[in-house]
């Protein structure tokens, strides 16, 4: 497969005028538009699983199992929204107050209207495709910005969504940097962007034109922790596995290692082990080991770590072997890292493991305050107090004890970072929310009882002494009152299941000839 040919510019903002025309005609609102896209969508990567797995290869060289998992929780996206899509929009009812007792008062679940998704290079299937399910399962019109860097996906992506999602509904755009910015000028309801953060900055400031609002997937250093008191086998096969995954080309992968002096040494083993258990000495024959996705970025990474390795203090453990025109890097752990060297600038976004020791949880919690807010902060320990204590005393977008990236697999679980590693969340129930608009709705039928009630809204009557009284005494919001309410809710939650219980355990007790109330005293 070959590059995928640009849109041209000219049909851009006719296609999004286009999507806007068809979102206001209703054509994307009702339930049974949404499950068929999404049936369409599963039935898709059910039949062409192996295209989609070949294209991954193609770009990445993804082994057969990095392949497959990446749209295997694509599908599990698709079934979990299309079995709750109808609970999830369901208008969800408010809290009444004096002014609203015989209403109807709910928040409508809508969709946006026209959004747009990019998508990245790195997992070019699943990034693109779970938000779509999601924007897709909400009612939107969507514009799809598949990788123009991964070329096997984006022509696989290319020619079969616009077959099998309502054209009138669903467009892609396809090129670089001159589509994407022309479409990025365009009237969108919502963006959707993953990728880099100074690219998720060009995205933002587009958005901030037309003030829309934007969902931003990025990344950063991800540090790992890991402490005097754990299994150094477990935590070394974990991390490694978790870094090399794509070669190291994933956002949520530990991009540095915080190392408690007692364990250094072994973990450093303990990773090289894991490496070769892997990958063998050989990684360049291994099918198991992906590849960087172009050669700008192997040269990219070549140079970090020579920058790197220049330096007197740091040592390399392990890998390291680069073959540009195979685009080829190897796993490279590194040992005697600084803060202020290169491979703690910017996040590597390759198979590079740099390991800082420090004295304790404490100074690792200080290095880790002390830098922008991480997608996901993994906390290597059997020390449960050590655990909290991390978790207590840092921010990022998830956390981690003794795992890696697994929280992508479970789908009722928000998925997102915060600060510099983004904003928003998508996956699951998430995901719909994030495209659908929360519409409050106050509906008040038209009769004397409600109309005498608002007589006393209407001036001058408002600021008589009779009204103002019963503002003060019944419209406004006493906190003792509210506390009393809340209490009350929370009885009536479980109260009419405790009574049914009971109901039942007296009736049994009644027929097996024992009588109702040792019945109920047996449960």
Same mark, same amino acid.
């Given at each position: 497969?070959?590059?995928?040919?640009?849109?041209?510019?000219?049909?851009?903002?006719?296609?999004?005028?286009?999507?806007?025309?068809?979102?206001?005609?209703?054509?994307?609102?009702?339930?049974?538009?949404?499950?068929?896209?999404?049936?369409?969508?599963?039935?898709?990567?059910?039949?062409?699983?192996?295209?989609?797995?070949?294209?991954?290869?193609?770009? @990445?060289?993804?082994?057969?199992?990095?392949?497959?998992?990446?749209?295997?929780?694509?599908?599990?996206?698709?079934?979990?929204?299309?079995?709750?899509?109808?609970?999830?929009?369901?208008?969800?009812?408010?809290?009444?107050?004096?002014?609203?007792?015989?209403?109807?008062?709910?928040?409508?679940?809508?969709?946006?209207? !026209?959004?747009?998704?990019?998508?990245?290079?790195?997992?070019?299937?699943?990034?693109?495709?779970?938000?779509?399910?999601?924007?897709?399962?909400?009612?939107?019109?969507?514009?799809?910005?598949?990788?123009?860097?991964?070329?096997?996906?984006?022509?696989?992506?290319?020619?079969?969504?616009? +077959?099998?999602?309502?054209?009138?509904?669903?467009?892609?755009?396809?090129?670089?940097?001159?589509?994407?910015?022309? @479409?990025?000028?365009?009237?969108?309801?919502?963006?959707?962007?993953?990728?880099?953060?100074?690219?998720?900055?060009?995205?933002?400031?587009?958005?901030?034109?037309?003030?829309?609002?934007?969902? @931003?997937?990025?990344?950063? +250093?991800?540090?790992?922790?890991?402490?005097?008191?754990?299994?150094?086998?477990?935590?070394?096969?974990?991390?490694?596995?978790?870094?090399?995954?794509?070669?190291?080309?994933?956002?949520?992968?530990?991009?540095?290692?915080?190392?408690?002096?007692?364990?250094?040494?072994?973990?450093?083993?303990?990773?090289? +082990?894991?490496?070769?258990?892997?990958?063998?000495?050989?990684?360049?024959?291994?099918?198991?080991?992906?590849?960087?996705?172009?050669?700008?970025?192997?040269?990219?990474?070549?140079?970090?770590?020579?920058?790197?390795?220049?330096?007197?203090?740091?040592?390399?453990?392990?890998?390291?072997?680069?073959?540009?025109?195979?685009?080829?890097?190897?796993?490279?752990?590194?040992?005697?890292?600084?803060?202020?060297?290169?491979?703690?600038?910017?996040?590597?976004?390759?198979?590079?493991?740099?390991?800082?020791?420090?004295?304790?949880?404490?100074?690792?919690?200080?290095?880790?305050?002390?830098?922008?807010?991480?997608?996901?902060?993994?906390?290597?320990?059997?020390?449960?107090?050590?655990?909290?204590?991390?978790?207590?005393?840092?921010?990022?977008?998830? !956390?981690?004890?003794?795992?890696?990236?697994?929280?992508?697999?479970?789908?009722?679980?928000?998925?997102?970072?915060?600060?510099?590693?983004?904003?928003?969340?998508?996956?699951?129930?998430?995901?719909?929310?994030?495209?659908?608009?929360?519409?409050?709705? *106050?509906?008040?039928?038209?009769?004397?009882?409600?109309?005498?009630?608002?007589?006393?809204?209407?001036?001058?009557?408002?600021?008589?002494?009779?009204?103002?009284?019963?503002?003060?005494?019944?419209?406004?919001?006493?906190?003792?009152?509210?506390?009393?309410?809340?209490?009350?809710?929370? !009885?009536?939650?479980?109260?009419?299941?405790? @009574?049914? *219980?009971?109901?039942?355990?007296?009736?049994?007790?009644?027929?097996?000839?024992?009588?109702?109330?040792?019945?109920?005293?047996?449960?």
């Amino acid at each position: 497969m070959g590059p995928t040919a640009p849109t041209p510019l000219a049909d851009i903002a006719p296609t999004v005028a286009s999507l806007h025309r068809t979102f206001v005609s209703g054509r994307t609102k009702p339930l049974a538009w949404r499950a068929r896209q999404l049936r369409a969508l599963h039935e898709f990567m059910e039949k062409h699983q192996d295209k989609i797995v070949l294209a991954l290869q193609k770009d @990445l060289h993804k082994s057969p199992a990095e392949a497959l998992l990446e749209v295997v929780i694509t599908m599990n996206e698709t079934v979990t929204t299309l079995a709750n899509l109808e609970e999830w929009s369901k208008p969800v009812r408010c809290a009444k107050n004096a002014s609203t007792i015989t209403d109807e008062v709910v928040v409508r679940n809508e969709p946006l209207g !026209v959004v747009l998704i990019i998508g990245p290079w790195n997992f070019p299937f699943n990034l693109l495709i779970q938000p779509l399910i999601s924007a897709l399962g909400a009612g939107n019109c969507v514009v799809i910005k598949p990788s123009e860097i991964s070329t096997a996906t984006e022509e696989l992506l290319t020619q079969f969504l616009t +077959k099998i999602l309502d054209p009138e509904a669903f467009k892609v755009v396809t090129g670089g940097v001159p589509e994407t910015t022309l @479409l990025l000028e365009q009237k969108f309801d919502h963006i959707f962007f993953t990728g880099s953060v100074p690219t998720g900055r060009i995205v933002m400031q587009a958005a901030a034109k037309h003030l829309t609002p934007v969902t @931003l997937e990025l990344g950063g +250093k991800c540090p790992a922790y890991v402490d005097k008191d754990v299994n150094i086998t477990y935590a070394a096969n974990r991390l490694m596995w978790a870094k090399t995954i794509n070669a190291g080309q994933v956002c949520l992968a530990p991009d540095y290692v915080l190392v408690h002096p007692a364990v250094k040494e072994k973990f450093v083993e303990a990773c090289i +082990k894991a490496t070769r258990d892997m990958f063998t000495d050989t990684p360049e024959n291994s099918s198991d080991y992906s590849r960087i996705i172009t050669a700008a970025h192997v040269h990219r990474l070549q140079k970090l770590l020579n920058r790197q390795l220049a330096l007197p203090h740091c040592k390399l453990e392990h890998g390291g072997k680069i073959d540009v025109d195979q685009r080829f890097v190897a796993p490279a752990i590194i040992s005697g890292v600084r803060l202020e060297d290169p491979l703690m600038e910017d996040e590597n976004f390759g198979p590079f493991l740099p390991i800082v020791e420090v004295k304790d949880e404490d100074e690792a919690i200080a290095i880790i305050n002390s830098r922008p807010r991480a997608l996901s902060i993994y906390v290597l320990s059997d020390n449960s107090a050590v655990a909290h204590k991390l978790m207590n005393s840092t921010s990022s977008g998830s !956390v981690n004890i003794n795992s890696f990236v697994f929280h992508l697999g479970v789908t009722d679980m928000p998925f997102g970072g915060i600060g510099n590693s983004g904003m928003g969340s998508y996956h699951g129930r998430a995901g719909f929310e994030t495209f659908t608009h929360k519409r409050g709705m *106050v509906w008040k039928q038209n009769n004397i009882i409600t109309e005498a009630a608002h007589l006393l809204a209407y001036p001058p009557a408002a600021s008589t002494p009779l009204a103002l009284r019963l503002m003060t005494g019944v419209v406004t919001k006493s906190l003792r009152w509210a506390y009393f309410t809340s209490y009350v809710a929370k !009885v009536f939650e479980w109260l009419p299941v405790k @009574l049914a *219980v009971i109901g039942v355990a007296f009736e049994a007790g009644r027929r097996l000839g024992w009588g109702g109330v040792r019945g109920v005293a047996w449960l």
